[in-house]
């Protein structure tokens, strides 16, 4: 159980053109999901929390229009990296909680590649 | 804010060494602790977790107990696999966010 699906796993585009990546969970309702970056060898930097229904809470230093965040349902959060630039190129990940106290499931990763 | 400072990395080991990847934390109340496992080009994986003190979290051979006294959640195995070479995370669980350690990069030759 608890299985949350992340797509694309990983995805190659030009400069200026925008990006979205899905998350899901499968078999239970997201009440929160997370949205994280990892740089190469680094650990992983928060970058928004998402609770269905409300506008997305960005970490400090994390722009806003840049990552829209759209969690409109129970299952689905969507992230869309806007005007991307090679700079924005990192492996995004996305994680669901049904309850505050429970675990975060985490989906595989998308490697976004800018040109 | 809570923070987690692990033990750096790389860790290379033998088949069948034992492990320990050392995992301090500081935080306020009584958080919840986890060990989290990233395989390449993979996202993470819940290993291990407790949730109170002297609670010890264990799977697949991996075993962590929650010190209080010591704030420390230690990841400890008797006997290495190849198939455990991975990146290992500690996590402490504050009232709404995942702090992550730095994360440990773990190979086992065979």
């Known amino acids: 159980g608890a299985v949350v699906s992340q797509h694309p796993s990983r995805v190659i585009c030009k400069s200026g053109t925008s990006v979205k990546i899905e998350c899901r969970s499968l078999?239970?309702?997201?009440?929160?999901m997370f949205w994280y970056r990892q740089f190469p060898k680094q650990s992983l930097m928060l970058m928004a929390t998402?609770?269905?229904?409300?506008?997305?809470?960005?970490e400090q230093g994390v722009e806003k229009d840049k990552f829209l965040i759209n969690h409109a349902s129970l299952t689905l959060s969507t992230l869309t990296v806007t005007s991307a630039h090679p700079e924005d190129s990192s492996f995004y990940i996305c994680?669901?909680?049904?309850?505050?106290?429970?675990?975060?499931?985490f989906g595989d990763g998308t490697r976004l590649s800018i040109l | 804010g809570n923070s987690v400072t692990q033990m750096e990395g790389p860790v290379t080991l033998s088949e069948e060494a034992f492990l320990t990847i050392n995992c301090t934390y500081t935080a306020t109340g009584y958080p919840s602790l986890f060990w989290y496992v990233q395989y390449p080009g993979e996202g993470l994986q819940l290993l291990l977790k407790?949730?109170?003190?002297?609670d010890k979290g264990s799977n697949k051979g991996f075993e962590a107990t929650y010190r209080k006294e010591t704030t420390s959640f230690h990841l400890e195995k008797g006997s290495v696999q190849v198939s455990d070479s991975a990146v290992y995370f500690c996590?402490?669980?504050?009232?709404?966010?995942?702090?992550f350690g730095q994360g440990t990069r773990l190979t086992i030759n065979p």
């Open positions: 078999d239970f309702q997201a009440t929160t």
């Open positions: 994680s669901a909680r049904d309850e505050p106290n429970q675990p975060q499931h």
């Open positions: 998402s609770n269905e229904g409300s506008k997305a809470t960005y």
């Open positions: 996590v402490v669980q504050g009232a709404q966010k995942l702090v």
């Open positions: 407790a949730t109170k003190a002297d």
